[in-house]
């Protein structure tokens, strides 16, 4: 390298320092590698094929890019004192026709996002391609395509700031060359390596999925799946689990199991039907930061593990002298079993496995070691006796802690060698001690054999999860190769599922596994039987990279892009791939719709500022329809677009992509980002049931047929079951499992055994049962109008007659059903003649309004537990189901529910009386609806104009302005006068007045 190119990187570095480095908003990486080995330029990669890893090629042209960025830079720089901004949207293709756009106007008019540009040359060549691995590319895609067995999908689950993403990013990390791992130390974990989206770096939280991978020991191909923790994007977390093989969950070591995690063992074990191992991170905390002692540090442990316990059927299922518990810190870069911790630290123990082996199994729970010898010793507290996991793991794991933090580096570099054999990694004494003990716990807990590069952090993930994904169950809810095994359609070629659409390297892709067959480019598939495409561009996602490949096998997760004769760039949605060849099949084999456990049940009502923005509104909402396939989208009659979400946080940056990205992604010309209006106040769906049962079974007759329905409610245990994903009785009916539906219906809910084999069809919580008595029934007219009643419940299901919102816990019963003229009749009348049937059993039968609630949880201070009250007694609604104390720390967890509609702004609140220490988390998926108060049908009810309503009025007003805001109301309907929904609309009129007169109406 010349003295000029020093000169010039001197320079450069002087002028990077004077730059507001405070944003973290930069797809780049700063900081992530030797000083010698970054990344120029901070973009994301997308490769072009299988090149060799161990080559870095130089790019003419790339340089010259690059060389051109540079340049602009440093002007800006050094003409100016203010920071420099450009569009994070920005391809590399767009910087010819960037002197045509005014700098002025870009500036203000376009998202400024402060972007490292810094470039860093080694060898006179620039990094600008995806790290170099420390296995072999080529082995790793020979095991891919030798068997799906070799692909491993694993997922890493875990409640909001439990260190998931902090830990993948290690993991990957440690399976790149020495050259890109870090050498000055993160320790903030500013730039975590599974970052890759705006969106994440500008909320500094997860909000989607992202998967590296890895070879191990050119043997298994580990796909780890890192998925948000903040419960509004907990169903990308269900997509995660239903593209995995295994699922790991992680345990912040202070909070312990906290109600987050108790909900997603839920998810993942009883509604997914995947084993799962736990990792405690994060102990680190519970040394540097709750300062307990040895014993206490123990006794900590142990009642998470006890508690972890209590989640599962069979006791003690989780252990770690099992190796389905394993111990990390994300912050200094380790992990560890038993197994591998003994083994590091000892290494007598490494040398024989037959001792290893022996005090594993030894070095967990009331075991005590003295006088060279283990004794199970169930009161060794009382005894003043030392259990064996401090004995072997606490009293060494403090030992590190201690002469870490203590030792000045050279006495340290002689203890480390002295008590482990290991050489510390170089160090100095003025180094921040958090860089020093990330060092010294890699010099200990890493393999620094050359020739394999084995990470220690890798290899006990791996050990350690193999086993259990092989005592797997098959999931209930997946669709897999069992599933095609059963249908006797093995000879299928192709079987692929889209889960989503998913941004990544500033594209849009679908993601997607696949089950069956082989996909390359240029293949035709069918997508849900309905268009013909073809693959374009088929990618792995990689951390910060993508990696394009030419063909994908099955039990891979890939990235896919097609092209089809309408669209150039044809964005493929939920659904299935066939092959051309399977078209045949295709209904066969669809796969289901993903049941989400968080309902989208928070709304926001949006319209652009300026009318020439309003296709580029509908056109980005039809986009983000397919980017969060959980939310819902409408349009009202005023035209404005209502979008509902699962939570604020989703809503918030939703609005943020849709306001910014996907409009870019449409137009990548527009200077003017489109400007939304929202509603100020949180607005909520809501649902419709009934609180008793019709007070009459009321016919409805066309000049053909006559039929009569009555309603009733649920009980609520069977509510409940179905609502907390503990029964599923729509998709036992699905799957035509109508015998143990029957069964479980009789014998667990006390429902008739008429009943209980006649039902004809189920949505949710809603039921629709034949209930006419066999000898009165004509069969053979029953079987002819049988889907036009299915088609009138399910339209009644989805909307209903009070404010067309989905109906709630209501069971209907066919009562009659006649034939009045055989000559003249079409069954097809009987499609509106049901649907009025269904609104008539409804309205008769004390209809009610359903509001959804939150389970909520929140974590603080135990001093701050006074504060939380008082906000919570101030939202209406709100219940304090349980105030738990979190054992060996500080901290409280407060349970409980609150209504949708009062809980904007919680967060907030909780925050500023607790002083920014309260992690407060909502939840839906329990899908809790309650009854508003009040009568939905009284019609005395008076309003006022500028207050809001209170009591047993919220029902009614609730009811009338969600008709107003739909346009349901009539000419002289509106929230101030006695009009609205009623049976009049449905009736005769002099029908209709004799139940008046009888009081009934």
Same mark, same amino acid.
């Given at each position: 390298?010349?003295?000029?190119?020093?000169?010039?990187?001197?320079?450069?570095?002087?002028?990077?320092?004077?730059?507001?480095?405070?944003?973290?908003?930069?797809?780049?990486?700063?900081?992530?590698?030797?000083?010698?080995?970054?990344?120029?330029?901070?973009?994301?990669?997308?490769?072009?094929?299988?090149?060799?890893?161990?080559?870095?090629?130089?790019?003419?042209?790339?340089?010259?890019?690059?060389?051109?960025?540079?340049?602009?830079?440093?002007?800006?720089?050094?003409?100016?004192?203010?920071?420099?901004?450009?569009?994070?949207?920005?391809?590399?293709?767009?910087?010819?026709?960037?002197?045509?756009?005014?700098?002025?106007?870009?500036?203000?008019?376009?998202?400024?996002?402060?972007?490292?540009?810094?470039?860093?040359?080694?060898?006179?060549?620039?990094?600008?391609?995806?790290?170099?691995?420390?296995?072999?590319?080529?082995?790793?895609?020979?095991?891919?395509?030798?068997?799906?067995?070799?692909?491993?999908?694993?997922?890493?689950?875990?409640?909001?700031?439990?260190?998931?993403?902090?830990?993948?990013?290690?993991?990957?990390?440690?399976?790149?060359?020495?050259?890109?791992?870090?050498?000055?130390?993160?320790?903030?974990?500013?730039?975590?390596?599974?970052?890759?989206?705006?969106?994440?770096?500008?909320?500094?939280?997860?909000?989607?999925?992202?998967?590296?991978?890895?070879?191990?020991?050119?043997?298994?191909?580990?796909?780890?799946?890192?998925?948000?923790?903040?419960?509004?994007?907990?169903?990308?977390?269900?997509?995660?689990?239903?593209?995995?093989?295994?699922?790991?969950?992680?345990?912040?070591?202070?909070?312990?199991?906290?109600?987050?995690?108790?909900?997603?063992?839920?998810?993942?074990?009883?509604?997914?039907?995947?084993?799962?191992?736990?990792?405690?991170?994060?102990?680190?905390?519970?040394?540097?930061?709750?300062?307990?002692?040895?014993?206490?540090?123990?006794?900590?442990?142990?009642?998470?593990?006890?508690?972890?316990?209590?989640?599962?059927?069979?006791?003690?299922?989780?252990?770690?002298?099992?190796?389905?518990?394993?111990?990390?810190?994300?912050?200094?870069?380790?992990?560890?079993?038993?197994?591998?911790?003994?083994?590091?630290?000892?290494?007598?123990?490494?040398?024989?496995?037959?001792?290893?082996?022996?005090?594993?199994?030894?070095?967990?729970?009331?075991?005590?070691?003295?006088?060279?010898?283990?004794?199970?010793?169930?009161?060794?507290?009382?005894?003043?006796?030392?259990?064996?996991?401090?004995?072997?793991?606490?009293?060494?794991?403090?030992?590190?802690?201690?002469?870490?933090?203590?030792?000045?580096?050279?006495?340290?570099?002689?203890?480390?060698?002295?008590?482990?054999?290991?050489?510390?990694?170089?160090?100095?004494?003025?180094?921040?001690?958090?860089?020093?003990?990330?060092?010294?716990?890699?010099?200990?807990?890493?393999?620094?054999?050359?020739?394999?590069?084995?990470?220690?952090?890798?290899?006990?993930?791996?050990?350690?999860?193999?086993?259990?994904?092989?005592?797997?169950?098959?999931?209930?809810?997946?669709?897999?190769?069992?599933?095609?095994?059963?249908?006797?359609?093995?000879?299928?070629?192709?079987?692929?599922? $889209?889960? &989503? !659409?998913?941004?990544?390297?500033? @594209? /849009?892709?679908? #993601?997607?596994?696949?089950? +069956? %067959?082989?996909?390359? =480019?240029?293949?035709?598939?069918?997508?849900?039987?309905?268009?013909?495409?073809?693959?374009?561009?088929?990618?792995?996602?990689?951390?910060?990279?993508?990696?394009?490949?030419?063909?994908?096998?099955?039990?891979?997760?890939?990235?896919?892009?097609?092209?089809?004769?309408?669209?150039?760039?044809?964005?493929?949605?939920?659904?299935?791939?066939?092959?051309?060849?399977?078209?045949?099949?295709?209904?066969?084999?669809?796969?289901?719709?993903?049941?989400?456990?968080?309902?989208? $049940?928070? &709304? !926001?009502?949006?319209?652009?500022? @300026? /009318?020439?923005? #309003?296709?580029?509104?509908? +056109? %980005?909402?039809?986009? =983000?329809?397919?980017?969060?396939?959980?939310?819902?989208?409408?349009?009202?009659?005023?035209?404005?677009?209502?979008?509902?979400?699962?939570?604020?946080?989703?809503?918030?940056?939703?609005?943020?992509?849709?306001?910014?990205?996907?409009?870019?992604?449409?137009?990548?010309?527009?200077?003017?980002?489109?400007?939304?209006?929202?509603?100020?106040?949180?607005?909520?769906?809501?649902?419709?049931?009934?609180?008793?049962?019709?007070?009459?079974?009321?016919?409805?007759?066309?000049?053909?047929?006559?039929?009569?329905?009555?309603?009733?409610?649920?009980?609520?245990?069977?509510?409940?079951?179905?609502?907390?994903?503990?029964?599923?009785?729509?998709?036992?009916?699905?799957?035509?499992?109508?015998?143990?539906?029957?069964?479980?219906?009789?014998?667990?809910?006390?429902?008739?055994?008429?009943?209980?084999?006649?039902?004809?069809?189920?949505?949710?919580?809603?039921?629709?049962?034949?209930?006419?008595?066999?000898?009165?029934?004509?069969?053979?007219?029953?079987?002819?109008?049988?889907?036009?009643?299915?088609?009138?419940?399910?339209?009644?299901?989805?909307?209903?007659?009070?404010?067309?919102?989905?109906?709630?816990?209501?069971?209907?019963?066919?009562?009659?059903?006649?034939?009045?003229?055989?000559?003249?009749?079409?069954?097809?009348?009987?499609?509106?003649?049901?649907?009025?049937?269904?609104?008539?059993?409804?309205?008769?039968?004390?209809?009610?309004?359903?509001?959804?609630?939150?389970?909520?949880?929140?974590?603080?201070?135990?001093?701050?537990?006074?504060?939380?009250?008082?906000?919570?007694?101030?939202?209406?609604?709100?219940?304090?189901?349980?105030?738990?104390?979190?054992?060996?720390?500080?901290?409280?967890?407060?349970?409980?529910?609150?209504?949708?509609?009062?809980?904007?702004?919680?967060?907030?609140?909780?925050?500023?009386?607790?002083?920014?220490?309260?992690?407060?988390?909502?939840?839906?998926?329990?899908?809790?609806?309650?009854?508003?108060?009040?009568?939905?049908?009284?019609?005395?009810?008076?309003?006022?104009?500028?207050?809001?309503?209170?009591?047993?009025?919220?029902?009614?007003?609730?009811?009338?302005?969600?008709?107003?805001?739909?346009?349901?109301?009539?000419?002289?309907?509106?929230?101030?006068?006695?009009?609205?929904?009623?049976?009049?609309?449905?009736?005769?009129?002099?029908?209709?007045?004799?139940?008046?007169?009888?009081?009934?109406?």
């Amino acid at each position: 390298m010349s003295n000029n190119d020093l000169l010039f990187d001197k320079e450069l570095d002087k002028e990077y320092n004077n730059l507001d480095s405070g944003s973290d908003s930069s797809i780049g990486i700063k900081n992530f590698g030797q000083d010698d080995s970054e990344l120029s330029e901070g973009e994301l990669y997308k490769s072009s094929g299988d090149e060799n890893d161990d080559d870095i090629e130089q790019d003419d042209k790339l340089l010259e890019t690059i060389q051109l960025k540079l340049a602009q830079r440093k002007k800006i720089s050094n003409g100016s004192s203010q920071v420099m901004f450009v569009d994070e949207f920005q391809s590399d293709s767009d910087i010819e026709n960037e002197a045509d756009i005014d700098d002025e106007n870009m500036n203000d008019n376009k998202l400024k996002i402060l972007k490292d540009q810094r470039s860093v040359k080694k060898n006179g060549k620039y990094y600008n391609k995806p790290p170099r691995f420390t296995f072999s590319s080529t082995k790793m895609n020979q095991k891919i395509e030798e068997s799906p067995d070799n692909i491993k999908n694993i997922a890493i689950i875990g409640p909001f700031r439990s260190g998931k993403t902090s830990l993948v990013s290690n993991m990957i990390v440690k399976k790149h060359r020495k050259h890109f791992q870090r050498q000055k130390y993160d320790y903030l974990n500013l730039k975590k390596y599974m970052d890759n989206s705006l969106i994440t770096k500008y909320r500094k939280t997860t909000s989607r999925l992202n998967m590296g991978r890895f070879l191990h020991n050119e043997d298994i191909v580990m796909n780890i799946i890192d998925t948000p923790g903040h419960s509004d994007f907990w169903n990308e977390t269900q997509i995660a689990l239903e593209m995995s093989d295994f699922a790991y969950i992680i345990i912040d070591c202070v909070e312990g199991v906290t109600d987050s995690v108790i909900k997603l063992y839920e998810v993942a074990r009883l509604k997914m039907g995947l084993n799962v191992g736990f990792i405690l991170n994060k102990i680190d905390r519970l040394v540097l930061e709750l300062k307990l002692d040895e014993i206490h540090f123990f006794l900590k442990i142990q009642d998470i593990v006890n508690d972890i316990n209590k989640l599962d059927y069979n006791e003690d299922s989780f252990s770690p002298e099992k190796g389905n518990i394993l111990f990390s810190s994300s912050k200094y870069h380790f992990m560890f079993s038993i197994k591998q911790f003994l083994a590091s630290v000892n290494e007598s123990y490494r040398k024989n496995n037959e001792m290893l082996d022996y005090i594993t199994k030894r070095s967990w729970g009331n075991v005590v070691f003295e006088d060279n010898k283990f004794e199970y010793c169930p009161n060794w507290n009382r005894l003043n006796k030392v259990p064996s996991f401090v004995t072997f793991i606490v009293e060494p794991l403090y030992e590190i802690f201690k002469n870490g933090l203590v030792l000045k580096t050279q006495d340290l570099k002689k203890w480390v060698e002295l008590n482990f054999g290991y050489l510390l990694k170089s160090s100095s004494d003025d180094e921040e001690y958090t860089a020093q003990l990330i060092k010294l716990f890699e010099s200990i807990f890493e393999n620094d054999n050359k020739e394999s590069t084995v990470s220690m952090i890798n290899q006990c993930f791996v050990e350690n999860t193999v086993n259990s994904i092989a005592q797997s169950p098959t999931s209930e809810q997946n669709f897999n190769l069992s599933c095609i095994e059963k249908k006797g359609l093995l000879h299928l070629s192709k079987l692929i599922r $889209v889960f &989503k !659409v998913i941004e990544y390297n500033n @594209q /849009l892709w679908s #993601l997607c596994k696949i089950y +069956k %067959g082989n996909i390359s =480019i240029g293949d035709a598939l069918y997508f849900e039987g309905k268009k013909l495409l073809t693959v374009f561009e088929i990618a792995i996602m990689g951390g910060r990279f993508v990696k394009n490949i030419q063909k994908a096998f099955p039990n891979q997760i890939v990235l896919l892009r097609g092209i089809n004769t309408v669209s150039p760039d044809d964005l493929v949605g939920v659904g299935t791939l066939y092959s051309k060849e399977d078209f045949e099949l295709a209904d066969k084999v669809a796969f289901p719709k993903i049941d989400f456990i968080n309902e989208p $049940v928070m &709304k !926001v009502v949006l319209q652009p500022k @300026q /009318l020439k923005h #309003l296709t580029l509104l509908n +056109k %980005g909402l039809k986009l =983000i329809s397919k980017i969060y396939p959980d939310i819902k989208t409408s349009v009202d009659t005023s035209r404005e677009y209502i979008l509902y979400g699962c939570g604020e946080l989703q809503i918030d940056t939703i609005l943020f992509e849709l306001r910014y990205f996907y409009i870019c992604y449409f137009d990548r010309n527009i200077t003017d980002f489109i400007e939304i209006k929202s509603t100020g106040n949180v607005i909520t769906s809501f649902k419709e049931g009934c609180s008793g049962e019709s007070f009459a079974s009321i016919p409805v007759t066309s000049k053909n047929y006559s039929l009569s329905i009555v309603a009733t409610k649920i009980s609520d245990d069977l509510s409940e079951v179905i609502c907390k994903n503990q029964f599923f009785p729509e998709r036992l009916f699905r799957e035509k499992k109508l015998v143990d539906l029957s069964a479980i219906l009789r014998n667990d809910f006390k429902w008739e055994s008429e009943a209980a084999r006649n039902i004809i069809a189920i949505s949710g919580t809603n039921f629709f049962i034949n209930d006419i008595l066999p000898d009165d029934l004509d069969t053979e007219l029953f079987q002819e109008l049988k889907p036009y009643l299915i088609k009138g419940f399910e339209k009644v299901v989805s909307e209903g007659p009070l404010a067309e919102e989905p109906l709630h816990n209501v069971i209907f019963k066919l009562m009659t059903l006649d034939k009045l003229d055989e000559t003249s009749s079409t069954p097809l009348e009987v499609l509106p003649l049901s649907t009025k049937a269904f609104k008539i059993a409804l309205l008769s039968a004390k209809p009610i309004l359903l509001e959804p609630y939150y389970s909520f949880s929140i974590i603080t201070k135990f001093d701050h537990e006074r504060n939380v009250k008082s906000v919570l007694k101030r939202r209406r609604g709100s219940q304090i189901f349980n105030i738990k104390e979190i054992s060996g720390s500080p901290l409280i967890q407060v349970t409980g529910i609150i209504p949708t509609i009062d809980s904007n702004g919680l967060s907030v609140d909780l925050q500023m009386v607790t002083q920014g220490s309260t992690i407060c988390q909502f939840y839906s998926i329990h899908k809790r609806w309650y009854k508003v108060p009040g009568n939905v049908l009284d019609q005395e009810i008076q309003f006022s104009k500028l207050e809001p309503s209170e009591g047993d009025a919220l029902s009614r007003d609730f009811l009338m302005k969600t008709r107003k805001r739909k346009g349901l109301e009539s000419e002289n309907e509106n929230s101030l006068n006695d009009n609205g929904p009623s049976l009049k609309d449905y009736l005769d009129l002099e029908l209709y007045l004799q139940l008046k007169e009888l009081k009934m109406v």
